[in-house]
């Protein structure tokens, strides 16, 4: 059975506190986000990848 791709919009405080939840999960094959502000995408990809 093929896993979850989740995507979360934006990189503020929902980010930071689902995204860890979700690759946590067993369930959850992929978690992507998308941000449009340059410094909030580089902190949000390099504090979860």
Do not use: W
């Not at 067993?26 to 340059?38: G, H, I, S």
Request: aromatic share 10%; charged share 25%.
């Amino acid at each position: 059975m093929r896993g979850i791709r989740v995507g979360v919009l934006g990189a503020g405080t929902f980010a930071g506190r689902f995204i860890p939840l979700f690759q946590a999960h067993p369930m959850v094959e992929d978690v992507c986000f998308a941000e449009r502000l340059e410094e909030r995408r580089q902190h949000t990809a390099s504090k979860y990848n």
